[in-house]
């Protein structure tokens, strides 16, 4: 029965990776402004896949004249769907083995058809992402729902493993545990803050560092338009429609929540590390506070270097590897405080 167990973590830590790569392309297909690369849903001008030959992109373009192909980010968009799909079919198939093996000790029952559920939302948000035109308040429930089916799959995986798994002594476990959850829901917010700000093309509404623009620390912005979260359907949200002064203050918000979230999570790293007694929990700090110094560092790049592909693709991984970090150590306390 151990055996099984270990084959199922495996598979949903496989899966959890998949996830991962989801949301990495995710990000690049939006910040390389390929969400509209196909502009119906679930196919690609009317077909399973994006128009390459010239016949097929005359076709394409005879039937959505406002939208001509651009033929790289038609398979970009393909490519995330694919990618999505076959996640969704993995992530049912995981289901699938909890029913067949719930009569074992220890096996998930709820946690694997609950992801059911969210992705079958996520591809209705994926849909509407298409159909009301890159609207802000979807593209960003569509950004952290993938977050959230990252996060589950990685619980499951612990949980999964937790027969084979040691169990480390730690001091104030329960104190930890709760600094740690407190810090996991501030993360959450931020990542949400991150989506907004991206999904509203606001990631350069400050282009100084640490300044904002032109030496000002706090210049003009617009806080009712910057938070307004439905401006109506029938918009064309793509590459943005709020004021430069909407912009600037939805950046300087994420800023400040960014300064909010290192402080908070490198705080943590600390008392984790004087905390633990054993290797693997001080070394578990030190990956949250060098994840932290990273994505630090990602994000004054991204101002500085005028949002760099590569580099704003890699703000959004490091922020999934930030909730994943953050998620095992909550588990290994909450095992700690147990055995405590």
Same mark, same amino acid.
């Given at each position: 029965?151990?055996?099984?167990?270990?084959?199922?973590?495996?598979?949903?830590?496989?899966?959890?990776?998949?996830?991962? /790569?989801?949301?990495?392309?995710?990000?690049?297909?939006?910040?390389?402004d390929a969400g509209l690369g196909c502009p119906d849903w679930p196919g690609?001008? !009317?077909?399973?896949?994006?128009?390459?030959?010239? $016949?097929?992109?005359?076709?394409?373009?005879?039937?959505? $004249?406002?939208?001509? =192909?651009?033929?790289?980010?038609?398979?970009?968009?393909?490519?995330?769907?694919y990618l999505a799909g076959i996640l969704g079919l993995s992530i049912l198939?995981?289901?699938?083995?909890?029913?067949?093996?719930?009569?074992?000790?220890?096996? $998930?029952?709820?946690?694997?058809?609950?992801?059911?559920?969210?992705?079958?939302?996520? !591809?209705?948000? !994926?849909? #509407?992402?298409?159909?009301?035109?890159? %609207?802000?308040?979807?593209?960003?429930?569509?950004?952290?729902?993938?977050?959230?089916? &990252?996060?589950?799959? #990685?619980?499951?995986?612990?949980?999964?493993?937790?027969? =084979?798994?040691?169990?480390?002594?730690?001091?104030?476990?329960?104190?930890?545990?709760?600094?740690?959850?407190?810090?996991? /829901?501030?993360?959450?917010?931020?990542?949400?803050?991150?989506?907004?700000?991206?999904?509203?093309?606001?990631?350069?509404?400050?282009?100084?560092?640490?300044?904002?623009?032109?030496?000002?620390? #706090?210049?003009?912005?617009?806080?009712?338009?910057?938070?307004?979260?439905?401006?109506?359907?029938?918009?064309?949200?793509?590459?943005?429609?709020?004021?430069?002064? &909407?912009?600037?203050?939805?950046?300087?918000?994420?800023?400040?929540?960014?300064?909010?979230?290192?402080?908070?999570?490198?705080?943590?790293?600390?008392?984790?590390?004087r905390a633990g007694r054993a290797e693997i929990t001080q070394r578990m700090?030190?990956?949250?506070?060098?994840?932290?110094?990273?994505? /630090?560092?990602?994000?004054?790049?991204?101002?500085?270097?005028?949002?760099?592909?590569?580099?704003?693709?890699?703000?959004?991984?490091? &922020?999934?590897?930030?909730?994943?970090?953050?998620?095992?150590?909550?588990?290994?306390? %909450?095992?700690?405080?147990?055995?405590?």
């Open positions: 029965m151990q055996n099984l167990s270990l084959t199922q973590a495996r598979i949903a830590l496989t899966v959890t990776l998949l996830a991962l /790569v989801v949301i990495v392309l995710g990000a690049y297909v939006r910040l390389s690609c001008y !009317g077909n399973l896949i994006a128009p390459t030959t010239e $016949p097929q992109i005359a076709s394409a373009n005879s039937h959505y $004249p406002t939208r001509p =192909v651009e033929t790289h980010k038609a398979w970009k968009e393909m490519a995330h769907r198939l995981l289901a699938i083995l909890s029913l067949r093996h719930r009569t074992m000790a220890g096996q $998930p029952r709820l946690l694997p058809w609950l992801l059911v559920l969210i992705v079958a939302l996520q !591809g209705a948000l !994926g849909m #509407w992402t298409v159909t009301l035109l890159v %609207k802000p308040a979807v593209v960003t429930s569509h950004l952290l729902g993938g977050f959230i089916t &990252a996060a589950l799959l #990685w619980i499951l995986t612990l949980r999964l493993y937790s027969p =084979v798994l040691s169990r480390y002594v730690v001091a104030h476990p329960d104190r930890l545990l709760l600094f740690c959850r407190i810090g996991l /829901v501030i993360l959450l917010l931020q990542i949400t803050l991150g989506g907004w700000t991206s999904t509203n093309y606001a990631a350069i509404g400050c282009t100084e560092f640490p300044t904002c623009h032109s030496g000002s620390w #706090w210049p003009n912005m617009d806080f009712t338009q910057a938070f307004t979260l439905w401006h109506g359907i029938g918009i064309n949200y793509e590459y943005g429609i709020l004021s430069a002064e &909407a912009r600037t203050a939805i950046h300087l918000v994420h800023r400040i929540g960014a300064l909010i979230t290192v402080i908070y999570l490198l705080l943590l790293s600390v008392l984790l590390y700090a030190w990956i949250l506070a060098s994840l932290l110094l990273v994505q /630090v560092g990602l994000g004054i790049t991204n101002v500085l270097g005028h949002l760099p592909l590569p580099i704003a693709v890699a703000h959004n991984g490091v &922020a999934a590897l930030l909730l994943l970090t953050l998620l095992t150590i909550s588990w290994q306390l %909450k095992r700690a405080y147990r055995l405590d």
